[in-house]
């Protein structure tokens, strides 16, 4: 209580420190009197973001602290209890900029701005604070979330138009259309970009950014001896139409939408099939299927025109997320799950976090808690993925996909099966029966119990049943358990989504509460990215064999238009933060009010409005909604083929590196580092390409962390455990420790951008685990089979491998050095001491981080 007061205090003397008020206060301008521009400043720029950073303690919410209101203009220059906090004459002198620079106290206290919007608040300081008159300036207001032209006007809801490219004073350096907007920013502060990276760093860079993986040295040496102009480029082709892009990008896409292949909870059960999802997806990004299809297939794909075997793959999107079998309240459970299915939808697909209007309206977005239960009634008809039963997990969520002959062959097969079940047990009840009514009282209760039956049995031989009978019901057992186990499998079945014959009606649910009952609503779009006084969109029923509502089909629909203005921003805004390191709008899953605002808006835009409607390049015209078409601009651009190189000029006006004056380093993620150690050491199982997921050994010690230790962890054989970490089982309570430790999603929510840690474990696993050592020792063993005996020979081979470039004498000489002092000063042969060398190679920087 006293830290809470002293930390109140705090803000209002901070705060109440600043200029007196000069006699020019008396001269500002009106609201009136600010030109159109800076208004529309002030409502794009500024009001978001007093929004989401200033009102929770200089509102009307709760008691204001230090007096200071900063929800009107005229309470920012009325100041706190202690005096001022703007100068309209000295801007600069403003203790507000001061605290938001954490130049003096630091606000707000829950983190420091980002660069952008610190500068747009000075920008705005500076401009004499421009506001919007009225209610509609109003930050105070209460009530429902405000839908209005000026909530449409917000950057990331306004229509996507196409913006001109800038001129430039170095047009030399644009390589695509993208180099021009960037440059742009970087002359307007008077920097220049980074030198171009040399060609085995780009080489890597670009191989890691498509596919995931490392060139072989093989490839680094063809690509250096290839000297012409378009050497680069083939080599991006190459990559583009590699199976290995679509099980590199697919893996982003699975952090979007929480993949995994259990079902969380007590038992954390498998999903059956749920890897044909996966498939489904490396498929889709193999093939540059249109994004725009790629919506429809997952939000709807048992609703479109022509159903596929892959449409219904595609709907295995909705049984993704974490499944209670036996809730302590039903109705609540499946809420939970359709908020789970809102929160991802919203999330992925557009940026917006539709699911923090569940129990009220959005606190910061304009988004009514109407808007998110109108969202919710396109979903009402799903069927729950089921209870503890297998039959009812069958029923609500599994369909064949197999071709008509392969249904009707399993059709044969199970009428063939049931038959000989039906005869062993006809013949099990016909010894059972007279024993049962012979029985005495207590052991006939028990005898109801098919687990007690052989031993009752077995204790009344010679006495109510005869030895060979005997015999006889227990070879029936064994046969009805064997025919159990090797039950007909399906002809193909997939995980899918089903919906119940009419949907359920929808209410809005007053605190959330399934139990509480408010106004009923209909399938509707959000009121933000909607012409204001647009109707609820009409729903026409579908055909009878479709057993759907077709509700689903409209809302997809509406989310793969090109006129929504959110869908092509995010998914360029993901495609520029896979292949750059950071997105252009760095809360890629967050493109509301509160969300980080683009560096590059023009940019955004004109990636955006390339995505839907492309530009012929060449004589070619590019595929509508094809993001492989995206990412050939930025694999080609100047700005990709940068080196890291930092310019002290730059790092001190840009330290952040926002205006992209270099390429950023970056650490390989969980399951590049994962599979890059199998491909040095010459492991990696590349005939995987599909089917069941693979289970890498995991440690006992690991293992034993379960309740039931090992359960629900299969056995893959050395070659197959060796496959891409893509195809690596996703059990939800149990994750294979190197891809733990070094930053691999949490499958129980949306992934937008994988963290970065750096903490013991990482270098404990590279150093001591099972999985690094006995790599290693493959490694060792390759090379002193491919590299002779000399030590020389085998620390080239081993550091060509890693480094994926020709390393220099000095290195080759320090690991020679090793290997000798190891067998000197450990007393170990000459394989051991290769091994430990192979070891220190997987862990260096330069293997480990990409520049």
């Known amino acids: ?116 919007q610190i500068d747009t608040l000075a920008k705005w300081v ?71 990276a040399d060609r085995a760093t ?15 040295p093989e490839q680094v040496e063809a690509f250096l001896a290839d000297k012409s102009p378009d050497a680069y480029e083939k080599v991006v082709e190459e990559l583009l139409a590699s199976r290995h892009y679509g099980e590199h990008w697919g893996r982003h896409w699975l952090d979007l939408v929480r993949y995994a292949e259990t079902n969380s909870f007590e038992r954390d059960n498998p999903k059956p099939f749920v890897w044909r999802y996966r498939d489904y997806v490396i498929r889709s990004f193999n093939a540059d299927k249109p994004y725009s299809q790629f919506i429809r297939e997952q939000l709807a794909g048992d609703e479109l025109d022509e159903v596929t075997a892959d449409s219904l793959i595609a709907t295995g999107y909705y049984r993704l997320g974490l499944w209670d079998d036996e809730p302590a309240d039903p109705l609540l459970a499946y809420y939970d799950g359709l908020d789970d299915i809102i929160g991802t939808t919203g999330q992925t697909f557009l ?30 008809g799903i069927k729950h993925y089921g209870d503890r039963s297998d039959e009812s ?53 028990d005898f109801k119990s098919p687990g007690n039956r052989v031993r009752l049995l077995r204790k009344h031989i010679d006495e109510l049943i005869s030895q060979e009978a005997f015999d006889t019901y227990v070879r029936l057992r064994m046969e009805r358990g064997r025919l159990e186990r090797e039950r007909p499998q399906a002809a193909g079945q997939a995980l899918v989504v089903k919906e ?25 779009f959000l009121a933000v990215l909607s012409a204001a006084g647009t109707p609820d969109p009409q729903i026409a029923a579908l055909p009878p064999e479709y057993e759907s509502s077709g509700r689903r089909r409209v809302l997809a629909d509406w989310i793969a238009s090109p006129a929504n203005p959110l869908t092509s921003r995010v998914i360029v805004n993901r495609v520029w933060q896979y292949t750059m390191g950071r997105g252009i709008v760095r809360s890629s899953s967050n493109f509301g009010y509160m969300g980080t605002p683009p560096t590059h808006p023009e940019l955004l835009d004109w990636l955006a409005s390339e995505l839907v409607q492309p530009t012929a390049t060449g004589g070619r015209k590019p595929a509508e909604w094809s993001l492989k078409h995206v990412l050939r601009l930025i694999l080609l651009s100047s700005a ?40 040095a050491c010459g492991n990696l199982h590349l005939a995987k390409q599909e089917g069941p997921s693979i289970y890498p050994i995991i440690p006992k010690e690991v293992l034993a962390g379960q309740s039931m230790p090992g359960h629900g962890w299969g056995r893959s054989s050395r070659e197959e455990a060796a496959s891409r970490s893509v195809f690596v089982h996703i059990k939800r309570s149990l994750a294979v420790p190197i891809l733990a430790a070094f930053d691999a999603p949490d499958p129980d929510a949306p992934c937008p951008v994988r963290f970065s840690t750096t903490q013991p474990t990482q270098a404990l696993g590279l150093i001591n685990s099972e999985f690094a050592n006995s790599q290693a020792r493959l490694f060792a063993e390759k090379a002193a089979s491919r590299a002779g005996d000399k030590p020389a020979g085998q620390v080239r081979f081993v550091l060509q491998r890693v480094l994926q470039r020709e390393p220099t004498p000095a290195e080759i000489d320090r690991g020679v050095t090793f290997i000798e002092t190891t067998c ?28």
């Open 351 to 380: 940026g917006l976090t539709v699911n923090c209007a569940r129990c009220h309206d959005h606190k910061i977005d304009p988004l009514p808690q109407r808007d998110y239960y109108k969202f919710v009634a396109f979903f009402h």
């Open 202 to 216: 780009l080489l890597r860079r670009a191989y890691y950014a498509v596919i995931g993986l490392p060139p072989t």
């Open 1 to 116: 209580m006293v830290d809470a007061q002293y930390k109140r205090l705090l803000i209002v003397v901070v705060l109440g420190i600043s200029a007196p008020i000069s006699q020019a206060a008396a001269a500002e301008p009106t609201p009136t009197q600010f030109a159109p521009e800076q208004l529309e400043f002030f409502e794009r720029d500024v009001k978001p973001i007093l929004k989401a950073n200033c009102l929770g303690c200089h509102g009307a919410e709760k008691k204001v602290q230090g007096n200071l209101y900063l929800t009107s203009r005229e309470g920012v220059l009325k100041g706190s209890e202690n005096g001022p906090v703007v100068s309209l004459e000295s801007p600069e002198e403003s203790s507000l900029l001061a605290a938001i620079r954490y130049e003096s106290f630091e606000m707000p206290p829950k983190g420091k701005l980002p660069q952008a």
């Open 126 to 196: 500076k401009m004499g604070l421009p506001w919007t008159e009225g209610e509609k300036g109003n930050l105070g207001h209460h009530g429902p979330p405000v839908v209005d032209d000026s909530a449409r006007n917000f950057w990331s809801f306004r229509p996507v138009v196409r913006p001109v490219i800038p001129a430039v004073k170095n047009p030399a350096w644009v390589k695509s259309p993208t180099d021009a907007f960037i440059l742009a920013k970087l002359e307007e502060k008077n920097l220049r970009p980074a030198p171009p």
């Open 500 to 524: 119940q014959a009419s949907p359920r009606e929808t209410f809005v649910l007053l605190r959330g509460n399934p139990q509480s009952h408010g106004d009923r609503v209909e399938p509707g």
């Open 640 to 679: 990709f083929q940068m080196s890291g190189q930092v310019d002290p000029a730059a790092a001190k006006i840009d330290p952040e590196n926002e205006l992209l004056s270099h390429f950023d380093l970056r650490r390989l993620t969980a399951e590049e580092l994962r599979d890059s150690i199998l491909v």
């Open 393 to 445: 997990v069958a029923e609500a969520s599994l369909r064949p996909i197999g071709a008509p002959e392969q249904q009707e062959k399993h059709r044969e097969l199970i009428a063939q099966y049931e038959a000989k079940v039906a005869d062993i047990e006809r013949q099990m009840k016909e010894i059972e029966d007279p024993v049962a009514d012979k029985l005495p009282g207590g052991e006939r209760d």
């Open 824 to 851: 000197k000063t450990d007393k170990v042969m000459a394989n051991e001491a290769l091994r430990q060398f192979c070891l220190l190679a997987l862990n260096l920087n330069e293997f480990v981080y990409l520049e």
